[in-house]
C-alpha cells in the first residue's frame, strides 16, 4: 500500500513540473527581461510607446535607418554626448523630446538580452493561466491521497475486524473457547490508542496555534487606496526599486511618499487598462482610486496644480517583525542580490498585498542555512568582503566544500538580528 | 605585581565584619519572605479548586491571546526630502555650547531626530573628544520641563504681541540704563547683534556672568600682561605639570581639550618611555589629583601660601610661610619646574586676582609662555568679571537699571548673593529672560521668550582664537520657542537688517520677515570665508579656518549631509606631536608681584575649611535636570543623584566618633546608604547635607559640590518649572560662596561643622562589587618600567605557564572553536584614562541604558554597561588613585554563557559574547557566575512603564518616570532593542554598530577598514585611550598594541580563569620615585576569606 502511494506521489510531483516547464519556455530570456525592469521599465514598454520607443524591433529600425549593429551600445553607454552629433540621436530627440538616461555600466551583452527578450516579448497573460492550472492540480492531487487514504483505513480496519471474527469462528469450530468479545468502545487497548492519538492530534494543533501566535501569513487588509501591485509592477512592469528605493540603501524599503506617486500620476489620471477585481469578486475603479491620490497630494487635475494642503497616506503595515528583531533590507538587496520576491511571494501577480512569508525564525534561519554568500574568487568575482576568510577560501581550494553559506559566516547566529 | 594592594572602601581596607557578610551575599537580595508566606504554603488547596484555577488561567490565556492582533499603521512623507532615508543615520556638524563651553561635535541624526553626539575630529582644539556632559546634552533636547511657549506677565502669548509689550515698556523706561546679562559668550556674530542692539539704547550695557567665574585670572592676566583675557594653555608641550587646585582634568576651564593634551604626554610604551610628571596641590580629593603622580594637600586659603613658595623655589623674590608636607612637595615640584624650563606649566584654580598674579609669575620664570601657554590665541571661555556683576546688583537694588535681559545666566540660582538678585530684579520695571527652561532667574521676569536648544540653532563659536566651529540646526524647533539672536534683530528693527536672499532654502524657519539670524549668520559667514561654496564646506566641516583649508571645493556636493567619516582613531598620529606646526606665542609679564604677594600674606586660614567644587557630571548645574548626568557616579565618591559633604577620616572621627580604621564602626558608617547629615556654616550662611568620609581629603577641610539644590522659588514647583530629575537632588552651596571685594572665593576659611542627629540616605554604585584581593589591576612607576619592563607581567606568565605551552588550547576542557572572519578586541590603557566619564554617558546614549533612579541605585541595581571602577592603594590619608574602566570582557570561553538555561547567552564566530533579550527567561545565574560583575538585571520596566495607567507607579522614582515619556523617548536609538523587565543586559561591542560597518563595507565591496568601526565608548573618550578593531587583522591597532607596541604593558584581567576575555588593558604606570601601594603582608587574610566564605555558604545551605 505504502509503496503504492509513493508511486502516485513521485508520478503527480512528476507530471506537475513537466506542465509547469511546458510553459515556462521564456525562462531563457529572463536575464532580459530582470535588467529590463531594473533599469528601463520607467521609460520604455516592450511593445508600446511610452517615454521612449518600445524596445521592440528597435533593432530592425536602427538597421533600416542604415546604423551599425554597435550603434545601440553607444547610444545607451553615452546618450548625453549622441543627442549634440548623432543624426538618428537627433532625430530621436526631436521626437520624444526627453533624453534616456546613460547606463555606462550596462554590458553589451545585457543590452542584447534586453533587446532580445523584447523582441520575442508576447502578452504574458495565456502564460499566468497556465501556471494556475497547475497549481490547481496539485491541490486536486492531496485531496485525493485524504480520501484515497480514508478509504484504505476503513477497508482496512474493516478487514482486521472480519479477520477477528473469522478466527474466533475458527477456533469455536476446533472447540477453543475464547472469551466473550469486548465491543472495541470498550475496549482498553484501542481507547488506550485513541486517546493518544487524540493526544497527539490535540498537542499537535496546540503547538502549531501557539507557535503561530503573532504571525500573519496572509494577512491583506483594506488599504486606504487600492493600490495594485499587479499593475504597476506586473503589467507596466515598474521596477521595484523606483518606488521602493530604501530597500538598497537602508534597512527599510520605504513606502513611497506621496510624491513619487505623483511623478507618474500627474499625466496618468485615469485606468484604462484590464477591469480590477477584488478577490471577493467586487470590482475596483481605477480611475476612482487615482482620483483618492490626488486627494492625498492636494492636486487639482484640472487646473494641473497644488491647491490644497496634501496628507501622508496611513497605509496599513503589513510586515510586522517584533522590535527585538533587527532586519535590513540592503543586506538582502543589494549585498545578498535577494530577489524582492523570495520574500514578498510574486508582489507582481497581486492587486492588494498580502504577506507571502510567514516571517518566523524558522523561516529566516532556513534560508540562511541554504544560501550561499557572493564568496570572491580569484577571478575578482563575488564580495571582496569576504577575502578575510582566509580559512574558507583555502577550503574551497583543496575542495572541501564549494560553496559557502550564510550560516557558515556565522548568519545564524543570536545577535546577527537581535541587538 | 601583586603585592600591592587595592581598596575600593574603607570596609574593604580594614576587612570589616560587613564586608565580609557583603562578600557572600554578593547581589544584596533578601531571600524570598517564606516566613511570611507560610499560611499561604501550608494551605490545603483541595483538588477540584487547584483544577478551577488551572483552567481558568488557561482559558484566559487562551482567550487573551486569540485577541486580535493590532493594526499598525505605515505613514511615509507626503514630500520626501533627499537627505532623509528612514532607517540611515546623517551626521551633521554642530557645536555643543553651555554656560561658554564649546566642544565641536557632529551629531547623529535618524530620520529628523537628533540621537547622539559625537565629537568632531576635524576641530584642532578638541580633536574628536566629548565630555560626559557632551554627551548627556541631546537628552536635554527632549527634557520635558523646557519652556513650550513664550510668556508675558504668567500667561502665555505669542511673540508678535510680546514684541510689541516689550517695545512700549522699553520706550517708557528709557531713562533709565538697558543691561544684557548673559553668560559668557563666545559667538563673534551674537557679540556683533549685542553691540548693534545695545547701540540703539543709550547707556546700555552686557554684562557677562558665569556660574563658577574665572574673574580672578581674567584680571590677574589684565595685570600681568595687559590682556583681559585666559591664554589657550599646551599641556602637551610639558614635562613637568603643576596645578594648585585647578581641576583642569575634571572641570576646569576646558577640560575635553585638557584631557586630549595631557593624555598625550602621558601614553607611553617600552620603546618611548617618557612621560610627565604631574604635582597636584589641592585640599580636596579632585579627578586631577587622582590622576597626579605626586599630590599634596593643603588648606584652600594656602593656595596662595603654595603659589609663593613655588614661586619663591624657582627663583622669585618673595617669602612664604608655608609649611608642613605641601611644602616638601613645592620643593619637589620647584626642582622638577626648573630642571624642565620651558617644557613646564602651572595652573591654578584659584579665584584670587592676587593668586594668580603670582602662578603667572611663577610661569613666567619657568619660560612657560610661548609653549605651554600660547598668548596668541586666547580661550573665550569664561570672560565675566565679578566687579561688573556686582555692579549690577547693586544697580538693581538702587532701582538704577531700565531694564535687565537674561540670557543664558541664572543668577538667582548661582550667585552667591542670590537673595541680594532677586530683591532687586524685582525693583527692575522691565525684565526678560531667555533661558530654555523656568529656572531660577527665568520664574523672577516679566517676560520670558524662551530661545532654542543649542541643536535647533544656527550660531558660531569661538572656543579658543581663531578657531572658530559653526552651529546648525539639527531639528525643527521642538516648541514654540525662538532664537535669541533672533528676538534682538527683530527689536534692532529693519535699519541694520540684512535682507533675505535665499527663502527657498530656509523654509524651516517660520517667520520670513527678512531680519532673521540665520540669514545674517549665513551673510556674515560667506563674506568671511570668501563664498557660499566655503561657507557650507565650513557649515559641513563644522569648522571655520583651519577647518576650511582641509578639503577642496571639487568635493561631491551630495555628501554635504553625510560628513566626517575620517574619524579614525590613529594613535601613531597622535602619538606625533600634533602641535609643532602651531606658532604659539607668549607675552611680557608686567605684574605687580610684591604688591601681591603682600596681600596674599594677609589671607589668614581658619581652623576648619570649606572648599566649593564642580563634579563631573553636573558642572555648575545648568544640565542638572538631565537624568543621565545625574545618575553618573562621581569618579571619586561614587554617589549618584546628590551632593554631600566630603570629609576625611580624622574629621570623622572627631566629629562623629567614627574610627573609620576600625572594623565595627566602618560598618556602622560605610555599609549603610544612610549617612550622617551635618550643618555647616561659614560666612554667616549654613547649608545642611549628609557626609562622605573618603581618603585623600585634609583633615581640615571640607568639600561640597555646587550644582545641585535647584528650587523653584515655590519649591512644590520645582519639579514642574526645572524638572523632575533635579527635584530634590543635593543641596544648593552657593550661597557659601562669599564675595571679597573683587573676587567671590570658592571656599571659607572659617566653617564650623556640626551634628544634627539626622541621617540621609546616599546612593552609591561601586561599593557593589568587591575584588576579594585578586590581582585586577598592575602598575609600576616609570623608573622600574625603564629598567625592567618585563617584570610587569612576569609572576601571570610563571603562573599561566604551569597550564601547558598553549594557555588558551591547554588549559581548559572545552574544545577550542576558530573565528574566521573578524575578531572583535578592545585595548583600554590605564593610563590615559582619566576617569572623565564621557563613555560612561556615552554608552548610556547609544545602547538606550535605562535610568533607574537613587533607590535603586542605592539597591544596588544600576544599569551602566560601563562603569569606571576606582581602586585606592597606599595611605588612607592620601592614596593613590587608579581608574578602570570595566564592561563586559566578551570572554571567548565565558563563565556566563555555560549556566545559561536557555541559551540565551552565548558566543558568536566573531568573539562577541552575545546576549539575546527575547529569550532571556531572567535567571540572573550568568550575572552570578561573571566573574567582572558586568551582567546588569533590569528589576524594573524602565523605559516603558507607562504602557499602561499606574503601571509601576510608586515602585520606579519619579526621574526615572520622566523618561517613561514620549519626548524623552525620541532619544532612543531606533537599531537598539529597547529591553523590558526580567532581561539580563550588558555591553555588546556596539553590535550594532559592527553590524553597520560591515554592511557598509559589503556593499562598497571591500574590507573593513581598520578604525572605521568605532564603539561609543571609544568615539567619545577624549584621550583615546580605548581602542577597539579587528584583531585577525595583524595591522589593526589593537593587533599591533598587544603583540608589537605594549606587549610589556599588556595584561587581562583574571586571565589565569581561562575566561580568554577579548578587553586588554594596558598597565598604569605612575611617574614617582615613592613606593605606590601598600606591600601586601596578609596572606594570612585571604586565607580567612576562603574560611568566612566556607562557613556562610554552610549557613546557607540549610
Given at each position: 500500500m505504502?509503496h503504492?502511494?509513493?508511486f502516485i506521489?513521485?508520478?503527480t ?10 510553459f515556462n519556455n521564456?525562462l531563457f ?5 530582470a535588467?529590463f525592469?531594473?533599469y ?5 514598454k516592450?511593445?508600446a ?6 524596445l ?10 542604415g546604423?551599425?549593429k ?10 548625453t554626448?549622441m ?11 526631436a ?5 534616456m538616461?546613460?547606463?555606462?555600466d ?6 542584447d538580452?534586453?533587446?532580445?527578450w523584447a ?5 504574458p497573460?495565456a502564460a ?11 491541490d ?5 491521497y485524504?480520501?484515497?487514504t480514508?478509504?484504505?483505513?476503513v477497508?482496512?480496519?474493516i478487514?482486521l ?32 490508542l485513541?486517546?493518544?492519538v ?8 496546540t503547538?502549531?496555534a501557539?507557535?503561530g501566535?503573532g ?8 488599504q486606504?487606496?487600492y ?7 506586473g503589467t507596466?512592469?515598474?521596477s521595484c ?18 510624491n513619487?506617486c505623483?511623478n507618474c ?10 477591469p480590477?477585481t ?9 480611475t476612482?482610486?487615482?482620483?483618492k491620490?490626488?486627494?492625498y497630494?492636494g492636486?487639482?487635475p ?7 494642503p496634501?496628507k501622508?497616506?496611513?497605509?496599513v ?7 527585538h ?31 507571502f512569508?510567514?516571517l518566523s525564525?524558522?523561516?529566516c534561519i532556513?534560508?540562511h542555512?541554504?544560501?550561499k554568500?557572493?564568496f570572491n ?5 563575488g564580495n ?6 582566509e ?5 574551497i ?5 564549494d560553496?559557502?553559506?550564510?550560516e ?6 543570536c ?5 | 605585581m601583586?603585592?600591592?594592594k587595592y581598596?575600593q ?15 557572600v ?12 508566606m507560610?499560611?499561604?504554603l501550608?494551605?490545603?488547596t483541595?483538588?477540584r479548586?487547584f483544577?478551577?484555577?488551572i483552567?481558568f488561567?488557561?482559558?484566559?490565556a487562551?482567550l487573551?491571546?486569540s485577541?486580535e492582533?493590532?493594526v499598525n499603521?505605515a505613514?511615509?512623507?507626503?514630500n520626501k526630502?533627499d537627505?532623509i532615508?528612514p532607517g540611515i ?10 554656560d561658554g563651553?564649546?566642544v565641536p ?6 530620520e529628523g ?9 576635524l576641530?584642532?582644539v578638541?580633536?574628536?573628544?566629548t ?8 537628552l536635554d533636547?527632549?527634557?520635558?520641563s523646557?519652556?513650550r511657549y513664550p510668556?508675558?506677565?504668567g ?7 510680546i514684541?510689541?509689550m516689550?517695545?512700549?515698556?522699553l520706550?517708557?523706561?528709557a ?7 548673559t553668560?559668557?559668550l ?5 557679540k556683533?547683534?549685542?553691540t548693534n542692539f545695545l547701540?540703539k ?5 552686557h554684562?557677562?556672568y558665569?556660574?563658577?567665574?574665572y574673574?580672578?585670572?581674567i584680571?590677574a ?8 583675557t585666559?591664554p589657550?594653555y599646551?599641556?602637551?608641550?610639558a614635562k613637568?605639570?603643576?596645578s594648585?587646585?585647578a581641576?583642569?582634568?575634571g ?8 584631557n586630549?593634551q595631557?593624555?598625550e604626554?602621558?601614553?607611553i610604551?617600552?620603546?618611548?618611555p ?6 597636584q596641590f589641592?585640599s ?5 589629583g ?6 599634596y594637600?593643603?588648606k584652600?586659603?594656602e ?17 612664604s610661610?608655608?609649611t608642613?608636607?605641601?611644602?616638601e612637595?613645592v620643593?619637589?615640584?620647584?626642582a622638577?619646574?626648573m ?12 579665584n584670587?586676582t592676587?593668586?594668580?598674579?603670582i602662578?603667572?609669575?611663577i610661569n613666567e ?5 610661548g609653549?605651554t601657554?600660547?598668548w596668541?590665541s586666547?580661550?573665550n571661555y569664561?570672560?565675566?568679571?565679578d566687579?561688573?556683576?556686582a555692579t549690577l546688583?547693586n544697580?538693581?537694588n538702587?532701582g538704577?537699571?531700565g531694564?535687565l ?8 540660582y548661582n550667585y552667591?548673593a542670590?537673595?541680594?538678585f532677586?530683591a ?6 522691565v525684565?526678560i529672560?531667555?533661558n530654555?527652561?523656568m529656572?531660577?532667574?527665568t520664574?523672577?521676569?516679566?517676560y520670558v521668550l ?25 531639528i525643527h524647533?521642538l516648541f ?7 528676538s534682538?534683530?527683530k ?6 537688517a ?11 524657519t517660520s517667520a520670513?520677515t ?5 540669514t545674517?549668520?549665513?551673510k ?19 569648522i571655520v579656518?583651519s ?7 571639487t568635493?561631491?556636493?551630495d555628501?554635504?549631509?553625510t ?5 579614525t582613531?590613529?594613535?601613531t598620529?597622535?602619538?606625533k606631536?600634533v602641535?609643532t606646526?602651531l606658532t604659539?606665542?607668549?607675552a611680557?609679564?608686567s605684574?605687580n ?10 589671607i589668614k ?6 572648599v566649593l ?5 553636573l558642572?555648575?548645574?545648568?544640565q542638572a ?11 571619586i565618591s561614587?554617589a549618584?543623584?546628590?551632593?554631600y559633604a566630603m570629609?576625611?577620616?580624622a ?7 567614627i ?21 555647616i556654616?561659614?560666612?554667616g550662611?549654613?547649608?545642611?547635607l549628609?557626609v562622605?568620609i573618603?581618603?585623600?581629603i585634609?583633615?581640615?577641610v571640607?568639600a561640597?559640590?555646587?550644582g545641585?539644590?535647584r528650587t523653584?522659588g515655590d519649591?512644590?514647583?520645582t519639579?514642574e518649572?526645572?524638572?523632575?530629575a533635579?527635584y ?6 552657593y550661597?557659601?560662596?562669599?564675595y ?8 571659607a ?6 551634628k544634627t542627629?539626622?541621617?540621609?540616605p546616599?546612593?552609591?554604585?561601586q561599593?557593589h ?6 590581582p585586577?589591576i598592575?602598575?609600576?612607576?616609570l623608573?622600574k618600567?625603564i ?16 597550564y601547558g ?6 588549559a ?6 576558530d ?7 578592545m ?5 590615559t ?6 563613555c560612561v554617558?556615552?554608552?548610556h ?7 533607574v533612579?537613587?533607590r535603586?541605585?542605592?539597591r544596588y541595581?544600576?544599569?551602566h554597561?560601563?562603569r569606571?571602577?576606582?581602586?585606592f592603594t ?6 593613590d588613585v ?9 570572554c ?12 540565551a ?5 566573531e ?13 540572573r545565574?550568568c550575572?552570578?557566575?561573571?566573574p567582572y560583575k558586568?551582567?546588569r538585571?533590569n ?10 495607567p499606574?503601571?509601576?507607579?510608586g515602585?520606579?522614582s519619579?526621574?526615572t ?6 519626548l524623552?523617548?525620541?532619544?532612543l536609538?531606533p ?13 555588546s561591542?556596539?553590535v ?5 560597518g ?5 556593499k562598497?565591496?571591500r574590507?573593513v577598514?581598520?578604525?572605521e568601526i568605532?564603539t561609543?565608548?571609544?568615539q567619545a573618550?577624549p584621550?583615546?585611550?580605548i581602542?577597539?578593531?579587528n584583531?585577525?587583522?595583524?595591522e ?6 598587544r603583540?608589537?607596541?605594549q606587549?610589556?604593558?599588556k595584561f587581562?584581567?583574571?586571565?589565569q580563569l ?9 598597565a598604569?604606570?605612575r611617574?614617582t ?11 594570612h587574610e585571604?586565607g580567612?576569606f ?6 556562610n ?6
Open positions: 505504502n503504492y502511494r509513493r506521489g513521485t508520478t510531483t512528476g507530471i506537475f513540473f513537466l506542465f509547469l516547464f511546458s521564456n530570456a529572463q536575464d532580459g527581461q535588467i525592469k531594473s528601463c521599465a520607467s521609460c520604455h516592450p511593445d510607446e511610452f517615454t521612449g520607443p518600445p521592440k524591433g528597435a533593432r530592425e529600425r536602427e538597421a533600416a535607418a546604423l551599425p554597435d550603434w545601440v551600445y553607444k547610444w545607451v553607454h553615452n546618450t554626448s543627442i549634440n552629433t548623432d543624426p538618428y540621436a537627433k532625430q530621436m530627440f521626437k520624444y523630446n526627453s533624453v538616461t546613460a547606463f555606462p550596462l554590458k553589451n551583452e545585457e543590452i538580452a534586453v533587446l532580445d523582441n520575442k516579448y508576447e502578452k497573460a499566468a493561466s497556465a501556471t494556475g492550472t497547475g497549481t490547481a492540480g496539485e486536486d492531487n492531496s485531496l485525493l485524504g480520501v484515497l480514508l478509504i484504505l483505513a477497508i482496512a480496519l478487514l475486524q472480519v479477520n477477528s471474527n473469522l478466527k474466533k469462528l475458527s477456533d469455536e469450530k476446533q472447540g477453543i473457547r475464547t472469551p466473550n468479545p469486548v465491543p472495541f468502545y470498550r475496549n482498553k487497548a484501542y481507547l488506550l485513541g486517546i493518544i487524540l493526544f497527539l492530534i490535540g498537542g499537535y494543533f503547538m502549531e501557539a507557535i501566535l504571525r500573519t501569513k496572509g494577512y491583506q487588509p483594506e486606504p487606496i493600490y495594485s501591485h499587479k499593475i504597476h509592477a507596466n512592469q515598474i526599486l523606483y518606488c521602493h528605493g530604501g530597500a538598497q540603501d537602508s534597512k527599510h524599503a520605504n513606502i513611497p511618499s506621496v513619487v505623483m500620476h500627474i499625466s496618468i489620471k485615469e485606468y484604462t487598462g484590464e480590477i477584488r478577490e471577493d469578486g467586487t470590482s475596483v475603479n481605477g476612482a482610486e487615482i482620483q491620490l490626488y486627494e497630494a492636486w487639482n484640472d487646473l494641473k496644480k497644488y491647491d490644497r496634501g501622508p497616506v496611513e497605509w503595515r503589513i510586515h510586522n517583525l517584533p522590535d528583531v533587527y532586519f535590513n533590507h540592503s543586506q538582502h538587496v543589494k549585498v545578498g542580490q535577494q530577489q524582492c520576491q523570495t520574500c514578498h511571494g510574486n508582489i507582481q501577480d497581486m492587486g492588494e498585498v498580502a504577506q512569508a510567514d525564525m524558522g523561516w532556513n534560508c542555512r541554504e544560501t554568500v557572493q574568487d580569484s577571478a575578482g568575482n571582496k568582503f569576504y577575502s578575510i576568510y580559512k574558507f577560501h583555502d577550503d581550494k583543496n575542495k572541501k566544500y560553496s559557502v553559506t550564510v557558515r559566516i556565522g548568519g545564524t547566529e545577535q546577527k538580528c537581535h541587538y | 601583586n603585592e600591592i581598596w572602601s574603607f570596609g574593604e581596607l580594614n576587612k570589616s565584619d560587613e564586608f565580609k557578610k557583603s562578600l551575599n554578593e547581589f544584596n537580595d533578601e531571600l524570598l519572605p517564606l516566613e511570611d507560610k499560611e499561604i501550608d494551605a490545603k483541595p483538588r479548586d483544577l478551577k484555577y483552567g488561567s488557561t482559558a484566559a487562551a487573551a491571546a485577541c492582533s493590532p499603521k505613514v511615509p512623507f507626503l526630502r537627505d532615508t543615520s546623517n551626521f551633521y556638524a554642530s557645536t555643543y555650547i553651555s563651553d564649546v561635535v557632529l551629531v547623529k541624526q535618524r531626530r537628533p540621537i547622539k553626539v559625537e565629537g568632531n575630529t576641530s584642532p578638541t580633536n574628536g573628544g565630555s560626559a556632559q557632551v554627551q548627556a546634552s541631546v533636547l527632549y527634557d520635558t523646557r519652556l510668556m508675558a506677565k500667561k502665555e502669548a505669542t511673540f508678535e504681541v514684541d510689541k516689550i517695545a512700549d515698556d520706550t517708557a523706561n531713562g533709565k540704563p538697558l543691561v544684557l546679562l553668560s559668557s563666545t559667538s563673534p556674530t551674537t556683533q547683534i549685542i547701540a539704547y543709550p547707556g546700555a550695557r554684562v557677562q558665569d556660574g563658577v567665574s574673574s580672578g585670572m584680571q592676566n589684565e595685570a600681568s600682561y595687559g590682556k583681559k585666559l589657550s599646551h599641556f602637551e608641550n613637568v605639570i603643576v594648585l587646585g581641576d583642569f582634568l572641570t576646569w576651564l576646558s577640560p575635553v581639550v585638557f586630549r595631557y593624555a604626554t602621558r601614553r610604551n617600552a620603546q618611548h617618557q612621560m610627565s610628571r604631574h604635582f589641592e580636596y580629593m579632585s579627578l586631577t587622582a590622576n597626579a603622580d605626586e599630590r594637600l593643603h584652600p586659603s593656595t596662595g601660601a603654595v603659589a609663593l613658595a613655588l614661586l619663591a623655589a624657582v627663583g622669585g623674590s618673595v617669602t610661610n608655608l608642613g608636607n605641601a611644602a612637595g620643593k619637589k615640584a620647584a622638577e619646574l630642571a624642565n624650563k620651558g617644557a613646564a606649566l602651572v595652573v591654578c584654580g584659584s584670587d592676587n593668586v594668580q598674579i602662578v603667572n609669575a620664570a619657568i619660560g612657560a609662555g609653549k601657554i600660547d596668541a586666547t580661550a569664561r570672560q565675566g568679571v566687579v561688573d556683576m546688583v544697580d538693581l538702587a538704577n537699571v531694564a535681559l537674561v540670557y543664558g545666566a541664572n543668577p538667582a552667591f542670590a537673595d541680594k532677586k532687586g530684579i524685582k525693583k527692575c520695571p525684565t529672560s531667555f530654555e527652561r529656572d531660577e532667574t520664574e523672577l521676569c516679566k524662551p530661545s532654542h536648544h543649542w541643536l535647533e540653532s544656527w550660531g558660531d563659536a569661538e572656543g579658543q582664537g581663531g578657531n572658530i566651529s559653526l552651529i546648525q540646526p539639527l524647533p514654540k520657542t525662538r532664537q535669541f539672536e533672533d534682538l534683530l527689536w534692532i528693527g529693519s535699519s541694520t540684512v535682507t533675505s536672499t535665499d527663502s527657498t532654502a530656509i523654509a524651516n520670513q527678512g531680519n532673521d539670524y540665520q545674517y549668520f549665513k556674515y559667514w560667506t563674506a568671511k570665508v570668501g563664498g557660499e561654496d566655503n561657507f557650507n564646506i565650513a557649515l559641513q566641516d563644522g579656518g577647518g576650511t583649508g582641509k578639503r577642496s571645493l568635493n561631491n556636493p555628501s554635504t549631509n560628513t566626517n567619516t575620517n574619524n582613531t590613529d594613535t598620529s597622535i602619538l606631536n602641535t606646526a604659539l606665542s607668549g611680557s609679564f605684574g608681584v610684591a604688591g601681591a604677594a603682600a596681600k596674599i600674606a594677609a586660614s581658619g581652623g576648619n575649611e570649606i567644587y564642580q563634579k563631573v557630571s558642572g555648575t548645574g545648568n535636570n538631565n537624568p543621565w548626568l545625574q545618575e553618573l557616579p562621581d569618579p561614587k549618584t543623584w546628590d551632593n570629609i576625611s577620616s574629621m570623622g572621627k572627631s566629629l562623629f566618633n574610627d573609620i580604621f576600625n572594623r565595627k564602626d566602618t560598618d556602622k558608617y560605610e555599609v549603610n546608604p544612610q549617612k550622617p547629615v551635618v550643618k556654616t561659614a560666612n550662611k549654613s547649608v545642611t549628609p562622605l573618603l581618603p585623600g585634609h583633615p581640615n571640607i561640597l559640590a555646587v545641585y539644590g523653584s519649591n512644590n514647583k519639579a518649572y526645572i524638572g523632575r533635579a530634590g537632588a543635593g543641596v544648593n552651596v550661597p557659601l560662596v562669599s571679597n571685594g573683587t573676587n567671590v572665593d570658592y571656599y576659611a572659617n566653617a564650623t561643622i556640626e542627629g539626622d541621617t540621609y546616599i546612593a552609591q554604585s561599593v562589587n568587591v575584588t576579594e584581593g585578586r585586577i598592575r602598575e609600576t612607576t623608573s618600567f629598567a625592567n619592563p618585563k617584570d610587569l607581567n612576569k609572576h601571570e606568565e610563571e603562573e599561566l605557564a604551569a605551552e598553549d594557555f588558551v588550547k591547554d581548559t576542557m572545552y574544545p577550542y572553536y573565528k574566521p572572519g573578524m575578531k572583535w578586541g585595548s583600554i590603557d590605564l593610563n584614562c582619566t576617569g572623565c566619564s564621557a554617558v556615552a554608552c546614549a547609544e545602547n538606550n541604558i535605562p535610568v533612579g537613587k535603586e541605585v542605592a541595581h544600576d544599569m554597561w560601563l569606571i571602577d576606582r581602586y597606599g595611605s588612607p590619608e592620601n592614596p587608579i581608574f578602570q574602566p570595566m564592561l563586559c570582557q566578551h571567548d570561553n565565558a563563565p556566563c554563557e555555560n549556566v545559561c538555561p536557555v541559551t547567552t552565548n558566543h558568536s564566530s568573539g562577541l559574547n552575545q546576549m539575546a533579550y527575547n529569550r532571556c527567561i531572567g535567571t545565574y550575572a552570578n557566575n561573571c558586568v551582567r538585571f528589576w524594573q520596566d524602565y523605559t516603558g512603564s507607562d504602557s499602561f499606574d503601571n509601576q507607579k515602585i520606579i519619579d526621574a518616570m520622566m523618561m517613561n515619556d514620549d524623552p523617548r525620541m532619544v536609538n537599531d537598539v532593542t529597547v529591553r523590558s523587565r526580567g532581561v539580563m543586559e550588558k555591553c561591542f556596539c550594532q554598530r559592527l553590524q553597520e560591515k554592511l557598509n563595507a559589503k562598497e565591496n574590507t577598514k581598520d578604525g568605532q561609543a565608548c571609544m573618550c584621550t583615546h585611550a581602542v577597539f578593531s584583531v585577525n587583522d595583524k589593526s591597532r589593537v593587533s599591533k598594541i603583540n608589537v607596541e606587549k610589556d604593558r587581562y584581567v583574571l586571565e581561562h575566561t580568554l576575555s577579548n578587553v586588554n588593558y594596558l598604569k604606570i611617574n620615585d615613592r613606593v605606590v601601594g601598600d606591600i601586601h603582608d596578609d596572606s585571604k580567612d576562603h574560611g568566612t566564605k566556607e562557613a555558604s554552610d549557613k546557607q545551605d540549610h
